[in-house]
């Protein structure tokens, strides 16, 4: 069983950057392809970003641009850099391992001034 654990969730100021990892634990485990969906209240959960082994990697049209997706396979972890943070950001930011079927528990992440 796939374990997801996120960090680096909290609480910034409009054009401010967060980075945000998710540390991924289990027998045997390896990394093909990872994922960061949010969701904010009241809306449905979406995907923000993917990777898949090889470095291919897809981007919401929200967030192209200012948005970063990368693992460090040596720490079996996924990383989402976030840049210039708009309040439209704010939501819970999930990790999500599709092929293992696997989701972190998730962390929050406030935009305001």
């Known amino acids: 069983q796939v374990q997801l654990v996120e960090s680096g969730g909290g609480l910034v100021q409009p054009g401010a950057s967060l980075r945000l990892s998710c540390a991924a634990s289990?027998?045997?485990?390896?990394?093909?392809?990872m994922a960061w969906y949010r969701q904010a209240p009241g809306k449905e959960r979406e995907l923000v970003a993917g990777?898949?082994?090889?470095?291919?990697?897809t981007y919401a049209d929200s967030v192209k641009g200012r948005f970063t997706i990368a693992t460090d396979n040596s720490k079996n972890t996924v990383y989402l850099q976030m840049n210039s943070l708009k309040p439209e950001d704010t939501a819970v930011y999930y990790c999500?391992?599709?092929?293992?079927?696997?989701w972190g528990q998730g962390t929050q992440v406030t935009v305001s001034s």
């Open positions: 999500n391992d599709p092929y293992h079927s696997s």
């Open positions: 289990g027998s045997d485990f390896s990394i093909h392809a």
């Open positions: 990777i898949v082994t090889g470095g291919s990697t």
